[in-house]
């Protein structure tokens, strides 16, 4: 089952697959009522997000859909993007998935700017301190959902988070801009296109995905996060030299670099950055412990509305 404690359930990286963004003529919260109960509602076009396998993949590779599709279909978190439907009766085969108003985290962070930049250019769209770690909280705990059942995301970025009204944020899988975002990928040893700047050195290296290796991707959105974004991780660094500095990790020889602490980032949220950046992955919190330590440093926030 998909809840067994024993058995981990991944993200794939599936190369054939591609992701759209569609109209979908049916709202999703009638997607599983009967038809009688829908008939008379008026029908409005909802934006949604559509991933489907290109026509004539491989067995293995329509395997691997289903068995996403069927995992995916379980989960049920409000800090998780909902599965609305599929087709896996006839080819393209596809999943739905809901879409968030505001799009995906990265492209929102560039919009706006830090509320206690100075001067704040007019009309600039802002964010506050207390919203930014709002949004964070809110990713550990759908992380922390999946921790709990075992399942590990593997691309875990801004990019694959998508926000909603009044700053609501959900972990998604499907970036829809891959050409947008190619460079946050790289071919490495004859596997798909990874996410090397985001990835823990044993998924790198060992190819080992836990939730663990996921702590290690948070650390690094959250780093995003209060950036807004605005370069990639180790961006003074090839992909080839991303791949040495987690390999002096591997290593241990104490020369392994780390992100820096961001500007007006206290040193207790970069403190636990780092400890997300631990060697030993058994030595890195969990995201239970994450999500509390991030409420407790947010206590008093109230969440804002959208302008």
């Given at each position: 089952?998909?809840?067994?404690?024993?058995?981990?359930?991944m993200f794939r990286f599936l190369v054939c697959a591609q992701v759209h963004l569609c109209e979908m003529k049916t709202p999703p919260d009638e997607m599983l009522q009967p038809a009688a109960a829908t008939s008379s509602v008026n029908k409005t076009c909802k934006l949604v997000t559509v991933k489907s396998l290109r026509k004539g993949v491989s067995e293995s590779t329509k395997h691997d859909f289903y068995d996403e599709v069927e995992s995916l279909w379980k989960i049920r978190d409000p800090n998780i993007?909902?599965?609305?439907?599929?087709?896996?009766?006839?080819?393209?085969?596809?999943?739905?998935?809901?879409?968030?108003?505001?799009?995906?985290?990265?492209?929102?962070?560039?919009?706006?700017?830090?509320?206690?930049?100075?001067?704040?250019?007019?009309?600039?769209?802002?964010?506050?301190?207390?919203?930014?770690?709002?949004?964070?909280?809110?990713?550990?705990?759908?992380?922390?959902?999946?921790?709990?059942?075992?399942?590990?995301?593997?691309?875990?970025?801004?990019?694959?988070?998508?926000?909603?009204?009044?700053?609501?944020?959900?972990?998604?899988?499907?970036?829809?801009?891959?050409?947008?975002?190619?460079?946050?990928?790289?071919?490495?040893?004859?596997?798909?296109?990874?996410?090397?700047?985001?990835?823990?050195?044993?998924?790198?290296?060992?190819?080992?995905?836990?939730?663990?290796?996921?702590?290690?991707?948070?650390?690094?959105?959250?780093?995003?996060?209060?950036?807004?974004?605005?370069?990639?991780?180790?961006?003074?660094?090839?992909?080839?030299?991303?791949?040495?500095?987690?390999?002096?990790?591997?290593?241990?020889?104490?020369?392994?670099?780390?992100?820096?602490?961001?500007?007006?980032?206290?040193?207790?949220?970069?403190?636990?950055?780092?400890?997300?950046?631990?060697?030993?992955?058994?030595?890195?919190?969990?995201?239970?412990?994450?999500?509390?330590?991030?409420?407790?440093?947010?206590?008093?926030?109230?969440?804002?509305?959208?302008?």
């Amino acid at each position: 089952m998909f809840c067994n404690e024993y058995k981990i359930v991944m993200f794939r990286f599936l190369v054939c697959a591609q992701v759209h963004l569609c109209e979908m003529k049916t709202p999703p919260d009638e997607m599983l009522q009967p038809a009688a109960a829908t008939s008379s509602v008026n029908k409005t076009c909802k934006l949604v997000t559509v991933k489907s396998l290109r026509k004539g993949v491989s067995e293995s590779t329509k395997h691997d859909f289903y068995d996403e599709v069927e995992s995916l279909w379980k989960i049920r978190d409000p800090n998780i993007t909902r599965v609305l439907g599929c087709c896996l009766n006839e080819e393209p085969f596809c999943l739905i998935t809901e879409f968030m108003q505001h799009g995906d985290l990265n492209q929102f962070l560039q919009e706006h700017i830090a509320l206690s930049a100075t001067p704040i250019p007019p009309y600039a769209k802002t964010l506050s301190y207390g919203c930014l770690i709002h949004m964070a909280t809110q990713i550990a705990s759908g992380m922390k959902y999946l921790e709990v059942i075992n399942f590990v995301h593997r691309d875990l970025a801004a990019r694959n988070c998508l926000v909603g009204p009044n700053y609501t944020v959900k972990v998604s899988n499907m970036s829809l801009s891959k050409s947008v975002y190619s460079a946050d990928y790289f071919d490495f040893e004859g596997r798909p296109s990874l996410p090397i700047r985001w990835m823990s050195w044993e998924s790198i290296l060992l190819n080992k995905y836990t939730p663990r290796s996921d702590v290690w991707s948070f650390a690094v959105t959250l780093w995003e996060i209060l950036t807004f974004a605005r370069e990639q991780p180790y961006e003074e660094l090839s992909d080839q030299h991303v791949i040495d500095n987690v390999t002096r990790l591997y290593q241990n020889d104490g020369n392994f670099i780390l992100l820096p602490q961001p500007i007006n980032c206290p040193k207790d949220i970069y403190d636990l950055m780092c400890e997300c950046w631990q060697r030993d992955d058994k030595s890195r919190p969990n995201f239970r412990e994450i999500q509390l330590f991030l409420q407790r440093k947010n206590l008093g926030y109230k969440p804002e509305c959208d302008p």
